[in-house]
């Protein structure tokens, strides 16, 4: 029992680390079409999705906002940022950014973004 019990814990760390190389190759990836593409906020925005898979919130962070400040019609980033923002219990700013996200989506006729916003803003304020 204890040898099955020892390479359950291997197999573990063997697939911690696959992924990890797997996410690391896509950031790479999305790296080298940066350098090509200048300042894509689709890019942009995958690439901080990929940072938040390893625990780097800080170069989430930054990219969420270099999006939303050259391109503040982005929608999307305001959810991923104001979820990211949640984490680190930084909830006021949070909150701006949500309200933010929900202007911008109405202004653009987004109802969907809009409410996914507008859920996420109610369940932080509970």
């Known amino acids: 029992m204890q040898l099955i019990a020892k390479v359950g814990v291997v197999l573990t760390i063997y697939i911690k680390k696959l992924k990890n190389y797997y996410t690391m190759s896509r950031i790479e990836k999305l ?17 901080a999705l990929e940072y938040i898979k390893v625990g780097s919130d800080e170069e989430a962070r930054k990219l969420f906002n270099e999006i939303l400040l050259r391109e503040p019609t982005y929608i999307g980033s305001y959810y991923h940022l104001g979820k990211l923002l949640e984490r680190v219990a930084d909830f006021d700013r949070a909150i701006r950014i949500y309200k933010r996200g929900m202007e911008e989506a109405k202004r653009a006729g987004d109802n969907h973004s809009y409410n996914e916003l507008q859920g996420a803003l109610e369940d932080l304020e509970e």
């Open 31 to 47: 790296l080298e079409y940066l350098k090509t593409s200048g300042k894509d906020s689709f890019l942009q925005h995958a690439l």
